[in-house]
């Protein structure tokens, strides 16, 4: 991951490949630039900051010559026509087979772009409008931001929460902010639904309105013919058996009976029942209506479903009364991701479109009258539109929660700020930060926004000259600013989810992350904080003890259990610099074992009669 002398080449200077050049500017890498026309400048010093920037078509394999591709560590192709980016890929390939390749793309090109990554090495198709998957869900759902990681067929959800919602987690850390400070949020780890589960609760005083909640879904059954034609079909022939073999003389020919009655005509096919009583006649006059009923209620099923096959129409699901929902507005290419994130906490999704204005939306929300709409978002191509649906409504109920959607705005922390309470998405903000992480090698999985700040989901392979092989879980927390969600040993099919802080990354190691766009060009540079806390310790266990005491010294100050022998002799000594959740962990343990213990910053006076060792 560190930086060596090649150039990062941006093909395409628009508004996201000048965006993607300001957050390069940090790296400290050369600059290159390619573009079909003369680039309009939004700031004036870009470019200044570029050491070359070629005019001509990105597709030709003289122009990348000029600018340099041989040389170059790692190609952006950032046009806003997809398919010119694609075909630049593979000139771009063929020139230079060692660079990180970051294509821009669209969702009509995913299948492609999937045979490029997997047939060409280093190249990776992004979608900019498929990334803000991940922020409009974690803006429109009650927590803070949601991450969703799958571990092998056990599904666990883990939430960015406050510190009074991290009481209920299976597992919980304090979320990383810059500089490896500790924020106010917790990252958390649950099963699958178990905050739902947990907010129902089990009292008996809800199953009232458990059973209220039930009325909805009788209400549906009538949606699904399936769910009750059966059923009736089946007690009709059974009863017709009942009804019609003591007079048929067998049970074969009452069952033919039956049969010819349910065909909806009151015919007698063996001329049994003339011959009977008048309740007898009513009885197949009966059968013969349930029959005519049936067979209609098969021929308009049948109907239906060729109808809608043939119109390419669907007929929308039910949504179950009391349930949580989230509307999604115009954004198709989003909302199979944004479902499977939501669907984590049980929360469903429904669309709608602005096409009509806002007389679709109504009918939409009319429809989940039933049902809680914790969000909405609004991605549509015009903001004017978005905004204007998302104030409209703001006034109806303020307690939703709304997102929208700025495809070629930066400033959007600046305008949710000035609409209140409505989140504002920019595209071009978080296509940029995934393309630049994905530049230098990272895969990035999604890309969330907290609080306003980017934050990027990325999943680390380590190699032995990684700056991460070697470190401990809380060393690449504390010193990068960085939260590590997963972490999955070499030859392991098991995952951990915010594993252990004392555990050691080694090579072939695989990790998750969540970090900021600053930790990860702090990582490439190598620019790690120092640890600033120390443990002064004073212990002489007993006998039967000193094994115990030794090992736990040997695990938290990384050395041999032979080398701690020197401080089980009663003194005063003061350990290495350590991260501060290390250092307190060590505490913990050496107080519970009955040592005296004192916490102190690196740069603290030492105790009295203490030595460093």
């Given at each position: 991951?560190?930086?060596?002398?090649?150039?990062?080449?941006?093909?395409?200077?628009?508004?996201?490949?000048?965006?993607?050049?300001?957050?390069?500017?940090?790296?400290?890498?050369?600059?290159?630039?390619?573009?079909?026309?003369?680039?309009?400048?939004?700031r004036a010093d870009l470019s200044q900051r570029i050491s070359l920037v070629v005019q001509g078509d990105m597709r030709q394999a003289q122009v990348l010559e000029r600018a340099g591709v041989r040389q170059c560590r790692s190609v952006l192709l950032l046009s806003a026509d997809s398919q010119v980016n694609?075909?630049?890929?593979?000139?771009?390939?063929?020139?230079?087979?060692?660079?990180?390749?970051?294509?821009?793309?669209?969702?009509?090109?995913?299948?492609?772009?999937?045979?490029?990554?997997?047939?060409?090495?280093?190249?990776?198709?992004?979608?900019?409008?498929?990334?803000?998957?991940?922020?409009?869900?974690?803006?429109?759902?009650?927590?803070?931001?949601?991450?969703?990681?799958?571990?092998?067929?056990?599904?666990?959800?883990?939430?960015?929460?406050?510190?009074?919602?991290?009481?209920?987690?299976?597992?919980?850390?304090?979320?990383?902010?810059?500089?490896?400070?500790?924020?106010?949020?917790?990252?958390?780890?649950?099963?699958?639904?178990?905050?739902?589960?947990?907010?129902?609760?089990?009292?008996?005083?809800?199953?009232?309105?458990?059973?209220?909640?039930?009325?909805?879904?009788?209400?549906?059954?009538?949606?699904?013919?399936?769910?009750?034609?059966?059923?009736?079909?089946?007690?009709?022939?059974?009863?017709?058996?009942?009804?019609?073999?003591?007079?048929?003389?067998?049970?074969?020919?009452?069952?033919?009976?039956?049969?010819?009655?349910?065909?909806?005509?009151?015919?007698?096919?063996?001329?049994?029942?003339?011959?009977?009583?008048?309740?007898?006649?009513?009885?197949?006059?009966?059968?013969?209506?349930?029959?005519?009923?049936?067979?209609?209620?098969?021929?308009?099923?049948?109907?239906?479903?060729?109808?809608?096959?043939?119109?390419?129409?669907?007929?929308?699901?039910?949504?179950?009364?009391?349930?949580?929902?989230?509307?999604?507005?115009?954004?198709?290419?989003?909302?199979?991701?944004?479902?499977?994130?939501?669907?984590?906490?049980?929360?469903?999704?429904?669309?709608?479109?602005?096409?009509?204005?806002?007389?679709?939306?109504?009918?939409?929300?009319?429809?989940?009258?039933?049902?809680?709409?914790?969000?909405?978002?609004?991605?549509?191509?015009?903001?004017?539109?978005?905004?204007?649906?998302?104030?409209?409504?703001?006034?109806?109920?303020?307690?939703?929660?709304?997102?929208?959607?700025?495809?070629?705005?930066?400033?959007?922390?600046?305008?949710?700020?000035?609409?209140?309470?409505?989140?504002?998405?920019?595209?071009?903000?978080?296509?940029?930060?995934?393309?630049?992480?994905?530049?230098?090698?990272?895969?990035?999985?999604?890309?969330?926004?907290?609080?306003?700040?980017?934050?990027?989901?990325?999943?680390?392979?380590?190699?032995?000259?990684?700056?991460?092989?070697?470190?401990?879980?809380?060393?690449?927390?504390?010193?990068?600013?960085?939260?590590?969600?997963?972490?999955?040993?070499?030859?392991?099919?098991?995952?951990?989810?915010?594993?252990?802080?004392?555990?050691?990354?080694?090579?072939?190691?695989?990790?998750?992350?969540?970090?900021?766009?600053?930790?990860?060009?702090?990582?490439?540079?190598?620019?790690?904080?120092?640890?600033?806390?120390?443990?002064?310790?004073?212990?002489?266990?007993?006998?039967?003890?000193?094994?115990?005491?030794?090992?736990?010294?040997?695990?938290?100050?990384?050395?041999?259990?032979?080398?701690?022998?020197?401080?089980?002799?009663?003194?005063?000594?003061?350990?290495?610099?350590?991260?501060?959740?290390?250092?307190?962990?060590?505490?913990?343990?050496?107080?519970?074992?009955?040592?005296?213990?004192?916490?102190?910053?690196?740069?603290?006076?030492?105790?009295?009669?203490?030595?460093?060792?």
């Amino acid at each position: 991951m560190s930086i060596g002398d090649g150039a990062v080449l941006i093909c395409g200077l628009g508004a996201l490949g000048q965006a993607c050049l300001e957050r390069l500017l940090p790296f400290d890498v050369p600059l290159r630039a390619v573009d079909l026309h003369s680039p309009q400048w939004r700031r004036a010093d870009l470019s200044q900051r570029i050491s070359l920037v070629v005019q001509g078509d990105m597709r030709q394999a003289q122009v990348l010559e000029r600018a340099g591709v041989r040389q170059c560590r790692s190609v952006l192709l950032l046009s806003a026509d997809s398919q010119v980016n694609l075909e630049a890929a593979l000139q771009v390939r063929v020139l230079n087979p060692d660079a990180d390749v970051v294509v821009r793309s669209r969702s009509g090109e995913q299948s492609i772009g999937q045979l490029l990554e997997q047939r060409l090495p280093k190249v990776a198709v992004v979608d900019p409008l498929v990334l803000t998957a991940g922020a409009v869900a974690s803006a429109v759902q009650p927590h803070e931001g949601l991450i969703q990681l799958d571990t092998h067929g056990e599904d666990e959800t883990i939430s960015v929460v406050s510190q009074a919602e991290a009481a209920t987690a299976l597992a919980c850390r304090r979320m990383r902010a810059n500089g490896g400070a500790p924020s106010d949020l917790w990252i958390t780890v649950r099963q699958r639904g178990s905050a739902v589960q947990h907010a129902k609760g089990s009292n008996w005083w809800q199953l009232p309105i458990k059973i209220l909640r039930w009325q909805p879904r009788w209400r549906s059954l009538a949606w699904q013919p399936m769910s009750w034609v059966a059923p009736l079909v089946l007690a009709a022939i059974v009863l017709g058996l009942a009804l019609f073999s003591g007079q048929a003389g067998s049970w074969q020919r009452a069952l033919l009976i039956t049969l010819g009655l349910l065909q909806g005509e009151f015919v007698d096919p063996v001329m049994l029942l003339s011959q009977r009583s008048l309740w007898h006649l009513l009885a197949g006059l009966s059968y013969a209506l349930l029959g005519t009923l049936l067979t209609s209620a098969l021929v308009a099923l049948i109907l239906e479903r060729l109808l809608t096959e043939r119109l390419g129409l669907r007929r929308r699901d039910r949504v179950k009364g009391g349930s949580r929902q989230v509307v999604i507005v115009d954004g198709p290419e989003v909302v199979e991701p944004i479902r499977t994130l939501l669907g984590s906490e049980r929360i469903g999704v429904q669309t709608a479109s602005l096409s009509e204005g806002m007389t679709a939306l109504d009918r939409e929300l009319e429809r989940l009258n039933n049902s809680q709409v914790v969000g909405i978002g609004l991605l549509s191509n015009h903001l004017l539109s978005n905004v204007h649906a998302a104030l409209a409504l703001q006034q109806k109920d303020p307690t939703c929660r709304l997102a929208v959607l700025a495809h070629a705005m930066e400033a959007s922390d600046q305008l949710g700020q000035m609409l209140g309470g409505v989140t504002v998405i920019s595209a071009v903000d978080l296509a940029a930060d995934a393309l630049v992480a994905t530049a230098f090698g990272e895969r990035v999985e999604r890309v969330l926004q907290i609080k306003g700040v980017n934050h990027l989901v990325v999943r680390y392979r380590i190699e032995p000259d990684d700056q991460l092989c070697g470190l401990t879980v809380a060393r690449v927390e504390n010193g990068y600013g960085m939260t590590v969600l997963r972490h999955q040993r070499q030859h392991r099919p098991q995952a951990r989810a915010i594993p252990p802080l004392d555990w050691s990354l080694l090579a072939g190691d695989a990790i998750t992350v969540l970090a900021t766009l600053d930790s990860l060009r702090r990582v490439e540079c190598g620019d790690r904080e120092p640890p600033q806390w120390c443990v002064e310790l004073r212990c002489q266990p007993h006998p039967h003890e000193r094994f115990v005491v030794q090992q736990c010294l040997a695990r938290y100050l990384d050395l041999a259990p032979g080398q701690v022998q020197g401080w089980l002799d009663g003194h005063w000594k003061r350990s290495k610099p350590l991260d501060r959740d290390l250092a307190e962990l060590m505490e913990r343990e050496l107080q519970r074992l009955r040592v005296q213990t004192r916490l102190c910053r690196a740069d603290a006076p030492s105790h009295p009669g203490s030595s460093h060792d």
